[in-house]
């Protein structure tokens, strides 16, 4: 593997090999136009339609690739990477969040015993709290001036209560199904997270700087496109603004006159969702012809 200190043309990303966030991540990046060819270990990926390059991993260890200077980037979750900045070595880049993505959504949250009435951070003074993410659960029992004890664990936090190992915990939450199994009840959320895009703040002064600024505009675009629509229409221009208004989110629109007629056709992107309400509203407002078209590529 090339060492941080010996120059490298080629992006070198650090997605998920498998787990929650192995698909999505790969997917996103397809959607971006990079190809990749698996090699036989499946550890590395060479980008065949750019000079950008895979490497597939646990999702801890994204953090200090970047950290090292061995990745440039990486996808990772708002959890692992916010856990292990507070823990960050000594020495290494600073990694940070570069754009948020939109899934994976969980929460880390602190869970008492069902039977446990929560009242306020002050009821956990002393108590034992089982957790994987112990600098993040540290800093906010911190900043809440609360003394308890960290109980480490790697996996299966959700047990340590009915094995007397620990009181209560703080762990991820998606459905909540998992602490119900475990009667347990989501008290406080510490994080809200998804997964983003993590990469040193500063850019590298090279191609490799120009190829991370291009990747991180595709993505946007990618992200932008999944709530856009193109909304086309005709109006009469004296109808036009009060239209405008009632697009959601909509861009500056561009109009078109229409031959021989006194109308005009406007076409605007819009994000997030249009309903059968907006269109009833502008048709209202003198719309005709409307249409609601998917968008399928976004460049600003
Ligand atoms: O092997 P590797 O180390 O790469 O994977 P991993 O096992 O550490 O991670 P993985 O694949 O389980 O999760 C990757 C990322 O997905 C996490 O870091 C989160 O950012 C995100 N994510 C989203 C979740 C969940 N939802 C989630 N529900 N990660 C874990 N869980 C677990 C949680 O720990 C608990 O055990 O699911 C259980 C709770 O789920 P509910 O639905 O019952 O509430
Ligand atoms: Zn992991």
Not at 45 to 71: H, K, N, T, W, Y
Not at 192 to 213: F, H, I, M, N, Y
Not at 249 to 274: D, F, H, K, R, W
Request: overall charge negative; proline content about 5%; glycine content about 6%.
């Amino acid at each position: 593997m090339t060492t941080p200190n010996k120059a490298r043309d080629r992006l070198r990303i650090a997605i998920q090999k498998s787990g929650r966030m192995a698909d999505v991540s790969q997917d996103l990046l397809a959607r971006c136009g990079l190809k990749f060819r698996q090699s036989r270990d499946k550890l590395f990926c060479f980008g065949e339609s750019m000079p950008i390059d895979l490497l597939l991993v646990r999702d801890d260890d994204i953090p200090s690739l970047i950290a090292q200077g061995v990745c440039d980037l990486g996808i990772v979750g708002r959890n692992v990477l916010a856990e292990q900045s507070l823990a960050a070595v000594e020495g290494t880049l600073p990694v940070v969040e570069l754009c948020a993505l939109d899934n994976s959504r969980c929460r880390l949250s602190i869970a008492v015993p069902q039977d446990m009435d929560y009242n306020g951070p002050h009821q956990l003074q002393g108590l034992r709290i089982a957790t994987s993410y112990p600098a993040l659960l540290g800093a906010w029992l911190a900043e809440h001036k609360v003394e308890a004890k960290i109980v480490f664990l790697a996996g299966s936090v959700e047990i340590a209560p009915k094995l007397g190992t620990a009181d209560l915990i703080c762990d991820l939450v998606s459905s909540g199904a998992t602490l119900v199994a475990n009667q347990l009840r989501e008290a406080v959320v510490i994080l809200e997270s998804e997964a983003v895009v993590a990469g040193p703040q500063t850019v590298p002064p090279d191609e490799r700087g120009d190829l991370r600024e291009l990747l991180l505009r595709r993505i946007d675009g990618v992200i932008q496109v999944r709530e856009s629509k193109l909304v086309m229409l005709h109006a009469a221009r004296a109808n036009v603004d009060a239209i405008r208004k009632m697009l959601p989110n909509g861009q500056m629109p561009t109009l078109l006159p229409i031959e021989g007629s006194e109308q005009v056709a406007l076409q605007a992107v819009c994000y997030g969702a249009i309903t059968w309400q907006h269109l009833e509203d502008m048709k209202r407002a003198g719309a005709s012809q409307l249409l609601v078209l998917p968008v399928e590529k976004i460049l600003a």
